[in-house]
């Protein structure tokens, strides 16, 4: 393969390889120096451990939490509730995304609601959904499917409206169905789409477990959060932080996976 290549284009290539290594060095030195300098400010006093933690103290957290089963326990806990609430969500706000486009009395009636509800704080809904749903699982479930499903509905409606119109003109002039133009054309061209809304949505969907499991929780990552900082145990606080980032960061690595997959299928 090198063969067919120009000495030039070998070379661009050599070259970004070697940028990815030294950005992937200058990340993991980032973050090695920020932890040294936390430790050694923390340890020196300069700044108050009690508040802030340190890395010593996070880790010996991590590693007793691990030991016990506590940890494991409670993120297995928010993340069925986040994967469960990104996937009816996700699904849902399609399918409404889908209903709209393809019926605009209907899109001119509801659209003006959506960007409402959108605008609102969803935690101001806490007090209903907990009524609604109770207080269990179901309500932490519900406030992270209401926080994604309205992105997902408001970004998908609005790659199907920006779709090219003169291939939909083409295919109107063929009398292709509105069927047939949303199978072949609508659907097909918004993948990028769908997929740049679904790794909008991982973050949606930690926030309304979260949010929910804070309010009615009395496990997952959310009431460990709450229980830390309710006993001013910073060192739990931050382990439980560090790790939601950590199955944050595997959940959009899983969702940018698939978006590879997917795209070069279209």
């Known amino acids: 393969m090198k063969e067919m290549l120009s000495k030039e ?61 506590t940890l494991l326990h409670h993120a297995w806990v928010s993340t069925w509730e986040t994967v469960v609430g990104f996937a009816i969500g996700t699904i849902l706000g399609y399918a409404i995304a889908v209903v709209l486009w393809w019926n605009n009395f209907l899109k001119d009636v509801f659209e003006p609601y959506i960007v409402v509800l959108n605008s609102l704080p969803k935690i ?24 994604s499903v309205v992105i997902t509905t408001i970004t998908i409606l609005n790659g199907f409206c920006n ?40 973050g949606m969907a930690w926030i309304g477990s979260i949010m929910g499991e804070y309010l009615v929780s009395k496990e997952g990552l959310g009431y460990l959060l709450v229980y830390g900082s309710q006993v001013f145990r910073l060192d739990l606080v931050m382990t439980c932080t560090i790790v939601l980032c950590a199955l944050a960061g595997v959940m959009y690595a899983v969702v940018a996976l698939l978006e590879k997959i997917v795209v070069k299928r279209f």
Not at 24 to 51: H, K, P, S, Y
Not at 136 to 147: D, F, H, P, R, W
Not at 169 to 186: D, H
């Open 124 to 147: 101001a809904l806490g007090p209903i959904i907990i009524i609604w749903a109770g207080t269990g699982k179901a309500s932490i479930i519900t406030m992270a499917v209401l926080i």
């Open 9 to 69: 284009h070998v070379h661009f290539l050599n070259s970004q390889k070697r940028r990815k290594v030294f950005v992937l060095l200058a990340q993991i030195g980032t973050l090695v120096v920020v932890l040294a300098l936390w430790e050694l400010l923390a340890q020196t006093g300069v700044i108050d451990a009690f508040i802030t933690s340190c890395p010593s103290k996070i880790w010996a957290t991590f590693v007793e939490l691990i030991g016990n089963g």
């Open 163 to 202: 779709t090219d119109g003169e291939k939909i003109l083409l295919l109107r002039s063929m009398r292709a169905s509105r069927f047939q133009i949303f199978t072949k054309l609508v659907a097909p061209s918004n993948v990028p789409t769908l997929m740049a809304t679904l790794k909008i949505n991982v």
